[in-house]
């Protein structure tokens, strides 16, 4: 096994969090690698993403917004509402002063972007790497993977899980909501005018993004129903989203093909270890229903690297190092996750109690400005954002 380089960071897993820590880190002077099991940095998703205003100013900072930019749509509104029940809350950018609430773009847009800033990032690309151990230890650990059929390795003082989490099997606790999420693009009959929805029902949350000038649908379903509705023809598709939605926006004129993803909340037993940290989705993936999941992952990134740059590189992987990490996103990732699983919980029923007293909430927080302002902040900008 050639075992000949040694960086300070390796970043396993070049998807969009690994992406944007290598060009946060741009400029450091640190030796970088970035391990990606596919033999180029893209990726062909059909998943829209929602990207909050505080992303997009990370994005600026990293010189990849204005390579996104043409292929993002703004958020201006954000209806928050529950189907045959009382109760609404209204979100605008224009009450909180910024240009929009948030976006809305394709994953594979995304990653083009941030791809394109890899090349100047400075860092080693490794691609075509299946990573098949981890062995962080504290001062140096090690990777290995194979490459074109040959077995290798690289030692760093700091690994960074940024792949999901695939490289440690069982290293995970996973919740299963017993739903998929079925998404495509639909046309309406009203334009959508830069509003969004989060409309929820008593089988679960449905949201409408707007994308270009259609809306994303992420439409949430129980799984024993996923196989109908992926197999219904785009009349009776269509019929159905009606009846779960509403009229809102006119009626449903057309659907794109159909995708399903499996909702789960997945996280990591241990964040951090003597030389290892996980990120993204490695340390959290999170039920698309409050669209916190690249968000609270990007913010990782972003927050290891500020990280780094406070301490020298012979500190990586130590319990200083590690400990100052865990304190910037404590309680940004644990807010987090905890908002979206009481949202699935409290929301995705019918009983008559709860939804009067959901009603009644919604209801409070569009009369009284400041809890609404709180609020969008904290979606903007994360849990930790006053």
């Known amino acids: 096994m050639g075992m000949n380089e040694t960086f300070d960071i390796a970043i396993v897993g070049g998807g969009p969090v690994g992406a944007a820590l290598a060009i946060a880190l741009k400029d450091s002077g640190l030796a970088v690698a970035v391990l990606e099991a596919r033999t180029e940095f893209a990726a062909r998703d059909p998943r829209a ?8 100013l990370i994005l600026e900072r990293l010189g990849v917004w204005d390579a996104l930019a043409p292929h993002a749509t703004a958020i201006e509104t954000i209806h928050v509402s529950q189907r045959g029940r ?9 009450e909180l002063g910024v240009p929009a609430l948030g976006y809305t773009a394709e994953y594979g847009d995304l990653y083009q972007a941030l791809a394109t800033g890899l090349p100047d990032a400075g860092a080693s690309l490794i691609t075509g790497a299946r990573v098949t151990a981890v062995r962080p230890a504290s001062g140096s650990g090690l990777v290995e993977f194979e490459q074109a059929g040959m077995a290798r390795g690289l030692s760093a003082r700091l690994i960074v899980l940024a792949d999901g989490g695939k490289s440690l099997p069982g290293a995970v606790k ?3 909501y017993g739903q998929s999420a079925i998404i495509c693009t639909v046309q309406t009959e009203v334009a959508h005018g830069h509003r969004a929805y ?3 029902t008593p089988a679960g949350p449905m949201a409408l993004l707007p994308l270009g000038d259609d809306y994303a ?3 949430t379903t129980a799984n024993d129903l996923v196989e109908t509705r992926m197999g219904w023809d785009q009349a009776t598709f269509l019929e159905a989203l009606q009846a779960s939605f509403g009229d809102r926006q006119g009626r449903f004129l057309a659907a794109g093909p159909r995708s399903l993803f499996p909702l789960r909340l997945v996280t990591a037993r241990e964040v951090v270890e003597p030389g290892l940290v996980r990120i993204g989705n490695a340390a959290q993936t999170l039920h698309p229903v409050a669209g916190q999941g690249f968000n609270l992952g990007l913010r990782d990134a972003w927050w290891l690297a ?3 740059m406070d301490y020298p590189c ?6 200083e190092f590690l400990a100052a990490y865990c304190k910037h996103r404590r309680r940004d990732v644990g807010g987090g996750i905890a908002m979206t699983d009481i949202l ?5 029923n019918d009983l008559p109690l709860l939804s009067q007293a959901r009603g009644l909430a919604l209801s409070a927080m569009d009369m009284l400005p400041p809890i609404k302002q709180a609020f969008a902040r904290k979606m903007m900008f994360g849990v930790q954002a006053w």
Request: aromatic fraction near 10%.
């Open 49 to 56: 993403l929602a990207l909050s205003q505080g992303t997009r």
């Open 86 to 94: 009382i109760g609404r809350a209204v979100l605008e950018a224009k």
């Open 174 to 176: 996973v919740k299963d």
């Open 198 to 200: 989060e409309r929820f």
């Open 217 to 219: 649908l992420v439409w």
């Open 306 to 308: 500020e990280t780094a």
């Open 314 to 319: 012979e500190a990586y992987g130590g319990a």
């Open 344 to 348: 699935v919980e409290v929301f995705a």
